[in-house]
């Protein structure tokens, strides 16, 4: 908490943002301090969820409304920049990748004991062959799972440090349209970079197989390289105090590693048993030592 009187009413306001969510909507993980976003089914509690986001990032001190329509549609236009170097969203392939490779050793178990079993050379062998070959695919996709996760944790990285920079272009993207309701307005539009189309993962077999990796493997290093890249430079720049002797206020886009005690937490309530439960625990216990 700050020492300076102005600075800790600000960071108990915060706090309180945060901490009333967490206490009305049970939630207990102590390392996302709101958890994800919650669906539309509940307006009170979307207000409340985007009440303590914009506390977490600082943008509730940001009033779109009073500013000039030129500096909304500047905001507007950095949505583009803020998504344009952000790693695809590779979750669906990721668990198509996933599911093949159990697919793949369900299937080498299964015809090991079909070779097994088998009662003509013929057969035994044809099944010997389909096990070596799901046995073989295994690795190979185990490889992609692991290029596809790193492009996972790459996107994560990435929402949580543009996070509120989105939210604010998407506050200035409104405040136009309710200003100018009979304007065409093209919606925003996210700039992020081309997803590996499907046909180019569920071929896994010839990514197994190749020599070269797919291309779709080299696209999603490069990708990584330059999301890096930026990333170290978002991490360098620092808000200058405004007393120049002072030095830095600290990062523009701060950005932490996901922190277990980031929350702090009251100790759980001691739950105790009624005296009649403690009484019968304890006729229990007097009996087991007798009879002993």
């Known amino acids: 908490m700050p020492d300076e009187p102005g600075e800790r009413l600000d960071w108990q306001q915060r706090a309180s943002a945060i901490g009333a969510y967490r206490e009305l909507y049970g939630v207990e993980d102590q390392a996302d301090p709101i958890g994800p976003e919650p669906a539309g089914s ?22 779109v409304r009073a500013l000039p329509e030129a500096s909304l549609w500047h905001m507007r236009d950095t949505y583009k920049a803020e ?16 599911r093949a490779a159990e697919d793949a050793r369900q299937l080498a178990i299964r015809s090991q004991a079909e070779a097994m079993a088998a009662t003509d050379a013929e057969t035994a062998e044809r099944h010997t062959r389909m096990a070596a070959s799901a046995e073989a695919l295994q690795p190979a996709y185990r490889r992609i799972e692991a290029r ?18 989105r939210r604010l272009a998407v506050a200035a993207d409104s405040e136009p349209r309710s200003r100018n309701p009979d304007k065409p307005i093209e919606p ?8 590996p189309g499907d046909d180019e993962i569920t071929n896994r077999t010839d990514a197994a197989t190749s ?18 890249e930026k990333l170290e430079e978002r991490q360098n720049v620092l808000i200058p105090d405004e007393d120049p002797d002072y030095g830095f206020v600290g990062q523009a886009w701060p950005w ?27 006729y229990e216990m007097s009996d087991r030592e007798a009879g002993g």
Do not use: N, Y
């Open 211 to 228: 020599a070269e990796p797919p291309e779709w493997v080299t696209q999603l290093a490069e990708q990584r390289r330059a999301f890096q």
């Open 188 to 195: 925003l539009r996210s700039a992020e970079p081309r997803l």
């Open 148 to 165: 596809l996760e790193e492009a996972m944790d790459d996107r994560r990285a990435s929402e949580q440090i543009t996070a509120g920079p």
């Open 83 to 98: 998504t344009e170097w952000a790693p695809p969203h590779v979750g669906r392939q990721l668990r198509g990748v996933r």
């Open 256 to 282: 932490q590693e996901r922190d277990p005690d980031a929350i702090l937490q009251p100790p759980k309530p001691e739950l105790r048993p009624c005296a009649g439960i403690e009484r019968i625990a304890g």
């Open 42 to 63: 509940s307006p009170e509690q979307r207000a409340a969820w985007h009440a303590g986001f914009a506390a977490l990032t600082r943008t509730d001190t940001v009033d």
